[in-house]
């Protein structure tokens, strides 16, 4: 039985958390040093977090943990408004002058700005930034690379950048914290020529330490701007160490814990903020978790067995049951955060249609003496993904009676995802971080593909890669289309029409977007948790 099931699983999910909460908490309970600069102030904000940043410099970081810090202290020429995905100048003047081809980009510049060791910022200081993240080949290097041409100074305050092919996300590349000004002084335009202790750029903080478990930001005395709203920042790095993180906010020892606290410990911290013990932020995550079907395999190349898949899918018991709530619905590939999100497979399908996903599978020609056998592939490593694959399970043995099979199955990391691209699974449970904010980025490299045909399905692009193996030719029209579309009207209306396509063709099934939470104590403001899961450090304050 379906509630036996998921009660069996419900129940193992929570031993294992408990146990490990157990284990780890007991074992590790140490606190911040008190000898080190990250500790309670007044004046200043302590926070805490598990992840250590690989480099600090913007043309080599690709993770968050870094990209956090450079976000704080340095700065790009466009920016998101805080909490939303809406794009606004911040060392540009203005949105960009665009040629009519949509090639060219005019950007003015801000004036009156200088980097933290004095030097002076120009259109020769941010072209050589671009510049320079192209040139030295850096993790996150092709994110421009593979769409600019040229960078140029063309005026002491105006930059001119030429792309290689039109795309309107541009713009979104130019908010990338890795494609902030940094200062020509110190810095070096060369393959590998990285600086990963430190950053010096435009922002409203400088880095004044990074080491292994400590991170100090101080007030930018020369910014240009607004000041921040404290007087600087203590980090405390746990190195990994969730339960460090999770007793050292409990015992007061930081203002703020952010990424990454396990569902459990998440779980015990918002019960305790309905006592008033200390406040929950919480923010809508970009990170799309989804489930990939492999059109080229039996019997996932019929549509009406992936459209009966997507019209099973009970959402709400793997959140409640899975994801102890902590996920958020979604029903497309493009997140709830921008405004182009279509709940397009809700408005398919429903949710939990049980009836509707019969009587596709009965039109596909399966039954219980002929079933649909789908194993659904997941890194061994993902305890989360391995009990949504038993979930799901659970959920056709018993409503389906054995017309549809879910078998879960699991390899470690390495192979799952060298195996997706060779089409070795039917199907598959996955995650997507995205590479920079605009709804390309959630369709893009889900459903182009340069090579392919109605017959072979996609032998060479994303969808291939991605282990789909779609082609569908009107949709990579569509997709070029947006990507040289200005007008943000007309991208939405192509946005529209892409996502009911995925909703019909069912390539993937959107399941839930992540949720990221922040703990602050009651005397702390202020705190806010962008899109991009970054967090901009200068509007905490405390009470005094």
Same mark, same amino acid.
């Given at each position: 039985?379906?509630?036996?099931?998921?009660h069996?699983?419900?129940?193992?999910?929570?031993?294992?958390?408990l146990?490990?909460?157990?284990?780890?908490?007991?074992?590790?309970?140490?606190? &911040? +040093? #008190?000898s080190?600069?990250?500790?309670?102030?007044?004046? =200043?904000?302590?926070?805490?977090?598990?992840?250590?940043?690989?480099?600090?410099?913007p043309a080599?970081?690709?993770?968050?943990?870094?990209l956090?810090?450079?976000?704080?202290v340095? /700065?790009?020429?466009?920016?998101?408004?805080?909490?939303?995905?809406?794009? !606004?100048?911040?060392?540009?003047?203005?949105? &960009?002058?665009v040629s009519?081809?949509?090639i060219t980009? +005019?950007?003015?510049?801000?004036?009156?700005?200088?980097?933290?060791?004095?030097?002076?910022?120009?259109? /020769?200081?941010?072209?050589f930034?671009l510049? =320079?993240?192209?040139?030295?080949?850096?993790?996150?290097?092709?994110l421009?690379?593979? !769409? !600019?041409?040229?960078?140029?100074a063309?005026?002491?305050?105006?930059?001119?950048i030429?792309?290689?092919?039109?795309?309107?996300?541009?713009?979104?590349?130019?908010?990338?914290?890795?494609?902030?000004?940094?200062?020509?002084?110190?810095?070096?335009?060369?393959?590998g020529?990285?600086?990963?202790?430190?950053?010096?750029?435009?922002?409203?903080?400088? $880095?004044?330490?990074?080491?292994?478990?400590?991170?100090? $930001?101080?007030?930018n005395?020369?910014?240009?701007?607004? *000041? &921040?709203?404290?007087?600087?920042?203590?980090?405390?790095v746990?190195?990994?160490?969730?339960?460090?993180?999770?007793? #050292?906010?409990?015992?007061?020892?930081?203002?703020?814990?952010?990424?990454?606290?396990?569902?459990?410990q998440?779980?015990?911290?918002?019960?305790?903020?309905?006592?008033?013990?200390?406040?929950?932020?919480?923010?809508?995550?970009t !990170?799309?978790?989804?489930?990939?079907? +492999?059109?080229?395999?039996?019997?996932l190349?019929?549509? /009406?067995?992936?459209?009966?898949?997507?019209a099973?899918?009970n959402r709400?018991?793997i959140?409640? =049951?899975?994801?102890?709530?902590?996920?958020?619905?979604?029903y497309?590939?493009i997140?709830t955060?921008f405004?182009?999100?279509?709940?397009s497979?809700?408005?398919?399908?429903?949710? *939990?249609?049980?009836?509707?996903?019969?009587d596709?599978?009965?039109k596909?020609?399966?039954?219980s003496?002929?079933?649909?056998?789908?194993?659904?592939?997941?890194?061994?490593?993902?305890?989360?993904?391995?009990?949504?694959?038993?979930?799901?399970?659970?959920?056709?043995?018993?409503?389906?009676?054995?017309a549809?099979?879910?078998?879960?199955?699991?390899?470690?990391?390495?192979?799952?995802?060298?195996?997706?691209?060779?089409?070795?699974?039917?199907? *598959?449970?996955?995650?997507?971080?995205?590479?920079?904010?605009?709804a390309? +980025?959630? %369709?893009q490299?889900?459903?182009?593909?340069?090579?392919?045909?109605?017959?072979?399905?996609?032998?060479?692009?994303?969808?291939?890669?991605?282990? #789909?193996?779609?082609?569908?030719?009107?949709?990579?029209?569509?997709?070029? =289309?947006q990507?040289?579309?200005?007008?943000?009207?007309?991208?939405q209306?192509?946005?529209?029409?892409?996502?009911?396509?995925?909703?019909?063709? %069912?390539?993937y099934? &959107?399941?839930?977007?992540?949720?990221?939470?922040?703990?602050?104590?009651?005397?702390?403001?202020?705190?806010?948790?962008n899109?991009?899961?970054?967090i901009?450090f200068?509007?905490?304050?405390?009470?005094?």
């Open positions: 039985m379906l509630d036996q099931k998921l069996q699983w419900g129940k193992y999910l929570s031993l294992f958390l146990c490990f909460y157990l284990t780890v908490g007991c074992n590790s309970t140490q606190t &911040p +040093n #008190s080190t600069n990250n500790t309670i102030d007044s004046n =200043r904000i302590s926070i805490g977090t598990t992840l250590k940043p690989r480099t600090l410099d080599d970081n690709y993770e968050l943990a870094g956090n810090i450079i976000y704080n340095a /700065e790009t020429l466009y920016t998101y408004e805080l909490g939303t995905t809406n794009i !606004v100048p911040l060392l540009a003047t203005e949105m &960009p002058q009519e081809d949509g980009y +005019n950007i003015p510049l801000r004036q009156g700005v200088t980097f933290s060791d004095g030097t002076p910022f120009n259109s /020769e200081a941010m072209a930034s510049n =320079r993240f192209i040139s030295n080949g850096g993790k996150p290097a092709f421009l690379a593979d !769409v !600019v041409q040229t960078v140029e063309t005026g002491e305050y105006e930059i001119t030429k792309l290689k092919q039109p795309f309107s996300a541009f713009p979104a590349l130019l908010a990338f914290p890795g494609t902030s000004a940094v200062s020509p002084q110190f810095y070096e335009i060369g393959a020529k990285f600086n990963p202790n430190t950053v010096i750029g435009t922002g409203k903080y400088k $880095l004044t330490e990074f080491d292994s478990d400590s991170i100090t $930001l101080d007030v005395e020369n910014y240009w701007g607004e *000041a &921040p709203a404290n007087q600087g920042i203590n980090m405390q746990y190195g990994g160490n969730s339960a460090n993180l999770f007793n #050292s906010f409990r015992t007061g020892a930081i203002d703020v814990a952010y990424q990454s606290l396990d569902p459990n998440i779980s015990n911290l918002l019960q305790e903020t309905s006592n008033n013990k200390w406040q929950v932020i919480d923010g809508s995550g !990170v799309v978790n989804y489930l990939v079907l +492999n059109l080229n395999q039996e019997p190349n019929k549509l /009406e067995v992936r459209q009966a898949i997507a099973l899918m709400n018991v959140n409640q =049951r899975v994801l102890q709530g902590q996920g958020e619905l979604v497309s590939l997140p955060a405004d182009v999100y279509q709940p497979f809700y408005d398919a399908y429903g949710e *939990a249609n049980i009836s509707k996903a019969k596709l599978i009965a596909s020609g399966y039954s003496e002929n079933p649909a056998i789908v194993e659904i592939w997941y890194p061994s490593g993902s305890i989360t993904r391995g009990i949504v694959a038993e979930t799901l399970k659970a959920l056709v043995e018993k409503e389906f009676d054995g549809i099979q879910f078998v879960p199955q699991s390899v470690e990391s390495a192979s799952f995802f060298s195996n997706l691209s060779q089409g070795i699974y039917p199907a *598959a449970l996955a995650d997507w971080y995205p590479d920079f904010l605009d390309d +980025n959630y %369709v490299p889900f459903l182009s593909c340069t090579k392919g045909s109605n017959s072979k399905g996609c032998e060479e692009g994303a969808a291939q890669s991605r282990g #789909s193996f779609y082609y569908n030719d009107k949709v990579n029209q569509l997709i070029n =289309r990507r040289q579309e200005i007008n943000p009207e007309t991208r209306t192509i946005f529209a029409e892409l996502q009911q396509i995925l909703a019909q063709d %069912v390539p099934i &959107p399941l839930w977007q992540t949720k990221d939470y922040a703990f602050a104590h009651n005397n702390v403001k202020g705190l806010i948790i899109p991009s899961q970054n901009p200068w509007m905490i304050e405390k009470n005094s």
